[in-house]
């Protein structure tokens, strides 16, 4: 298996019963990477990353983790990943404190990375109150501090900044910039708002019913969305012809319209003089500019 | 191995606050310190039976050892299989403790001998707080006859037999509290079968030794010794005890085969 890869997955299937909830799907995560795993609620994301922890059963070959087989492996897979899956789990009757200290006998690690991890992610006067009663900000960045006091080389992070405040929002992103920067882990983090992952992300994975719709770096996906020309015209296809005598790339047309590639407003301006003279009466001419959050609910809405 | 000792620590690190573990101090600390305290406000009415030493223990101990091989056992046992299990089922940690770099035998293994260590401990100290209580009797109340003799064979039998019976009550509440995380499936399954254990194990039943929640009563029951023997000559592995730890055995294996299968939501 191709071990630039921090997660690969190939064709990964998985069904609830009769229902498929992940369907084909081809992962892959590049070392160093954020990687941003979108979808809308639903779309499997969750039911993915904890195929991705060997907690709901994949296939043998299907999940490979740092070049390894997943189910073959899993203890030495596990060791190098740490989680955040859903609301954080954490033991209510125990303090902040306590929990992770409990993680640390878990992992056999010095008991005083607890009072580390607890000041790193902000925690540090709450340490001794029962996590029970934390917030649910506080009790997600208690589920953060629990993923990262191993230090593991790959991080999953399900909805990290579900219930922060934006505060919070902006502290968990910039740790995560930091974590990916300058200490080279890997990071998926799944989220549901484009706009939230889009700053920090390297990487895109776009995923809807199960499907993964568009996997990539970040500046392809901002490729998608180029500006086009939209031009209303009363004859498309005499349009097409005058258009296509000048070389300019043809995006789309449809009775009436026809979608050109933007380049610049000089040319935009010689189209139009160009179609007028050539007797087609323009309507309308007009950039258009899909911005991401529009470009993921086409993406998501076409399958 | 060191998977399964530190999923063991952590067991008790988070359990050490939680009412099971406490129980399994608390319980034997009531109902001993209460029967030496009846004893001992009483102490002018059992001093006129003139028990011998050995009656006077039999006596004193069975009154400890007879609700609890009945009522109390089983329940703190369905109890106690309960609290091990929701403590991952109550807070959603399951999905954590099984996404941690040990391996899913270790982390069960320990979990399940966590619930035997908490019954050892529990029936440990009943056994040691009969004896020293008895001791602590004969100090306050000199006409006693504790000293005249030493029940600490038979104690430790007794109660190493009612532990070894008890074994097969604690795997089945083990696994139902595994499988089920609200409270009332594996308690209203134990509550029958401890019903259902009395009954059988009190009308004689020829087959009720098979049935899990006989088990302790009838190791009580079966523990006489043959005419012209000493009282401790009992033997401990009659055929309920080999029945509990049967069931152990197999409904161990079993449980760990149904976490396996399953999917962790």
Same mark, same amino acid.
């Given at each position: 298996?191709?071990?630039?890869?921090?997660?690969?997955?190939?064709?990964?299937?998985?069904?609830?019963?009769?229902?498929?909830?992940?369907?084909?799907?081809?992962?892959?995560?590049?070392?160093?990477?954020?990687?941003?795993?979108?979808?809308?609620?639903?779309?499997?994301?969750?039911?993915?990353?904890?195929?991705?922890?060997?907690?709901?059963?994949?296939?043998?070959?299907?999940?490979?983790?740092?070049?390894?087989?997943?189910?073959?492996?899993?203890?030495?897979?596990?060791?190098?990943?740490?989680?955040?899956?859903?609301?954080?789990?954490?033991?209510?009757?125990?303090?902040?404190?306590?929990?992770?200290?409990?993680?640390?006998?878990?992992?056999?690690?010095?008991?005083?990375?607890?009072?580390?991890?607890?000041?790193?992610?902000?925690?540090?006067?709450?340490?001794?109150?029962?996590?029970?009663?934390?917030?649910?900000?506080?009790?997600?960045?208690?589920?953060?501090?629990?993923?990262?006091?191993?230090?593991?080389?790959?991080?999953?992070?399900?909805?990290?900044?579900?219930?922060?405040?934006?505060?919070?929002?902006?502290?968990?992103?910039?740790?995560?910039?930091?974590?990916?920067?300058?200490?080279?882990?890997?990071?998926?983090?799944?989220?549901?708002?484009?706009?939230?992952?889009?700053?920090?992300?390297?990487?895109?994975?776009?995923?809807?019913?199960?499907?993964?719709?568009?996997?990539?770096?970040?500046?392809?996906?901002?490729?998608?969305?180029?500006?086009?020309?939209?031009?209303?015209?009363?004859?498309?296809?005499?349009?097409?012809?005058?258009?296509?005598?000048?070389?300019?790339?043809?995006?789309?047309?449809?009775?009436?319209?026809?979608?050109?590639?933007?380049?610049?407003?000089?040319?935009?301006?010689?189209?139009?003089?160009?179609?007028?003279?050539?007797?087609?009466?323009?309507?309308?001419?007009?950039?258009?500019?899909?911005?991401?959050?529009?470009?993921?609910?086409?993406?998501?809405?076409?399958? | 191995?060191?998977?399964?000792?530190?999923?063991?620590?952590?067991?008790?690190?988070?359990?050490?606050?939680?009412?099971?573990?406490?129980?399994?101090?608390?319980?034997?600390?009531?109902?001993?310190?209460?029967?030496?305290?009846?004893?001992?406000?009483? %102490?002018?009415?059992?001093? =006129? *039976?003139? @028990?011998?030493?050995?009656? $006077?223990?039999?006596?004193?101990?069975?009154? +400890? #050892?007879?609700?609890?091989?009945?009522?109390?056992?089983?329940?703190?046992?369905?109890?106690?299989?309960?609290?091990?299990?929701?403590?991952?089922?109550?807070?959603?940690?399951?999905?954590?403790?099984?996404?941690?770099?040990?391996?899913?035998? %270790?982390?069960?293994?320990? =979990? *399940?001998? @966590?619930?035997?260590?908490? $019954?050892?401990?529990?029936?440990?100290?009943? +056994? #040691?707080?009969?004896?020293?209580?008895?001791?602590?009797?004969?100090?306050?109340?000199?006409?006693?006859?504790?000293?005249?003799?030493?029940?600490?064979?038979?104690?430790?039998?007794?109660?190493?037999?009612?532990?070894?019976?008890?074994?097969?009550?604690?795997?089945?509440?083990?696994?139902?509290?595994?499988?089920?995380?609200?409270?009332?499936?594996?308690?209203?399954?134990?509550?029958?079968?401890?019903?259902?254990?009395?009954?059988?194990?009190?009308?004689?039943?020829?087959?009720?030794?098979?049935?899990?929640?006989?088990?302790?009563?009838?190791?009580?029951?079966?523990?006489?010794?043959?005419?012209?023997?000493?009282?401790?000559?009992?033997?401990?592995?009659?055929?309920?005890?080999?029945?509990?730890?049967?069931?152990?055995?197999?409904?161990?294996?079993?449980?760990?085969?149904?976490?396996?299968?399953?999917?962790?939501?």
């Amino acid at each position: 298996m191709n071990t630039s890869f921090a997660i690969e997955t190939v064709e990964l299937n998985h069904r609830f019963g009769s229902q498929t909830v992940v369907k084909d799907l081809s992962l892959q995560v590049p070392k160093g990477s954020i990687y941003g795993f979108l979808g809308p609620n639903g779309a499997g994301k969750t039911t993915t990353i904890k195929i991705l922890l060997n907690l709901l059963q994949s296939s043998s070959d299907t999940v490979f983790i740092f070049g390894k087989e997943l189910n073959s492996n899993r203890t030495a897979c596990l060791k190098q990943m740490g989680s955040l899956v859903e609301q954080p789990a954490i033991y209510a009757h125990l303090t902040g404190k306590e929990n992770l200290i409990n993680r640390c006998i878990l992992l056999g690690i010095d008991k005083r990375k607890a009072t580390e991890m607890l000041t790193l992610v902000g925690l540090s006067n709450a340490a001794n109150k029962k996590a029970g009663k934390y917030s649910l900000g506080m009790k997600q960045r208690l589920g953060i501090a629990l993923a990262l006091i191993a230090d593991p080389e790959l991080l999953l992070l399900d909805e990290p900044t579900n219930g922060l405040d934006p505060n919070g929002i902006i502290e968990i992103r910039n740790l995560m910039i930091e974590l990916a920067g300058k200490h080279g882990k890997t990071i998926l983090v799944s989220s549901h708002l484009l706009a939230e992952i889009e700053r920090i992300a390297t990487h895109v994975g776009i995923i809807n019913k199960g499907e993964l719709l568009f996997q990539g770096k970040i500046n392809e996906l901002h490729d998608l969305s180029k500006p086009v020309i939209k031009i209303e015209v009363d004859d498309s296809a005499a349009a097409l012809n005058i258009l296509g005598t000048t070389g300019a790339e043809i995006i789309d047309m449809d009775e009436g319209l026809v979608k050109i590639a933007y380049t610049g407003k000089a040319e935009m301006g010689k189209y139009n003089s160009l179609l007028v003279n050539n007797g087609v009466t323009v309507y309308a001419i007009h950039t258009e500019k899909k911005d991401l959050e529009h470009l993921f609910l086409d993406i998501t809405s076409k399958n | 191995m060191r998977s399964f000792y530190i999923s063991f620590v952590s067991e008790f690190y988070k359990s050490r606050k939680t009412l099971a573990f406490w129980a399994a101090i608390v319980l034997p600390l009531i109902i001993c310190g209460l029967i030496a305290l009846g004893y001992y406000s009483n %102490s002018a009415r059992v001093l =006129k *039976y003139n @028990y011998p030493g050995m009656m $006077l223990w039999f006596q004193y101990s069975s009154a +400890a #050892l007879g609700v609890m091989g009945m009522l109390i056992l089983p329940f703190y046992v369905m109890f106690m299989a309960f609290s091990v299990n929701n403590i991952e089922h109550k807070n959603d940690t399951w999905k954590t403790l099984f996404s941690q770099p040990l391996n899913k035998f %270790s982390i069960y293994t320990a =979990k *399940y001998v @966590y619930a035997v260590a908490l $019954l050892f401990i529990c029936i440990f100290l009943f +056994a #040691l707080l009969t004896y020293s209580t008895g001791y602590l009797l004969q100090m306050l109340v000199p006409k006693f006859t504790f000293n005249d003799y030493n029940p600490a064979t038979i104690l430790s039998k007794l109660y190493g037999k009612l532990f070894l019976a008890s074994l097969g009550i604690l795997s089945v509440q083990f696994i139902l509290s595994l499988i089920w995380s609200d409270f009332l499936k594996p308690m209203g399954i134990g509550f029958i079968g401890t019903i259902m254990g009395m009954i059988t194990a009190s009308v004689g039943w020829k087959y009720a030794y098979l049935i899990p929640y006989s088990d302790p009563t009838l190791a009580l029951r079966s523990s006489t010794s043959p005419k012209n023997a000493t009282p401790e000559s009992f033997t401990i592995f009659t055929q309920e005890v080999w029945v509990s730890i049967a069931y152990g055995v197999v409904l161990f294996v079993v449980g760990y085969f149904i976490l396996t299968k399953r999917n962790i939501k």
